[in-house]
């Protein structure tokens, strides 16, 4: 139970403030001013602090280096999302969208390596990751339109932040259950 632990508390946290963010967002970001520009890089920096507490507790190998990986990808998209708020909506979708493809596909990895007996399957983790990769490329596509729209970066981060929390309440079901076993 000792990694799980850090990891539910982890995942509970990073869900409640994706929620939190998707809801400030939802109210404070028409027009592109300071405000949406401070809400957009706020997002990848939660993923960027995230990976760095979730990199404490990791042994070296390959689900080290993803989450290292991941929390830099998430350092320069919050910069990159800084500096696209000042072109409009279409360069946000686009910085956004890759900075959700490439992290996406990162989470399903690292999710993929914790799928064992003591973190559990990991599903939500890595539906949110899928989900996350399909829908950069949905923005990307979106951003070339005439009908582009901030408005579904705050269902995009309801969905991921629910995503999260399911998975914490499966962690803590799983080491509640593993726990009555062992009594």
Not at 14 to 28: D, E, N, P, T
Not at 89 to 109: E, I, K, M, R, T
Request: proline fraction near 4%; glycine fraction near 12%; charge should be positive.
């Amino acid at each position: 139970m000792k990694k799980t632990s850090p990891l539910l508390k982890l995942y509970l946290g990073r869900g409640v403030l994706a929620v939190a963010w998707a809801v400030a967002f939802a109210y404070g970001h028409n027009p592109i001013g300071a405000l949406t520009i401070t809400l957009l890089v706020v997002y990848p920096l939660i993923d960027a602090v995230s990976s760095l507490i979730d990199l404490r507790a990791l042994p070296d190998g390959s689900e080290r280096r993803l989450t290292l990986f991941n929390g830099v990808l998430s350092t320069l998209a919050a910069i990159a999302v800084g500096v696209a708020g000042a072109g409009g909506v279409a360069p946000v979708l686009h910085v956004f969208g890759a900075w959700a493809v490439v992290s996406g596909a990162a989470q399903v990895l690292v999710g993929l390596r914790r799928r064992g007996p003591e973190l559990g399957k990991q599903w939500p983790i890595l539906i949110a990751g899928g989900l996350s990769a399909l829908v950069g490329v949905f923005y990307n596509i979106q951003a070339l339109g005439d009908d582009a729209s901030l408005d579904v970066l705050s269902v995009y981060a309801t969905g991921g932040g629910v995503f999260f929390i399911i998975q914490s309440g499966l962690l803590t079901w799983r080491a509640r259950r593993r726990q009555a076993q062992t009594i």
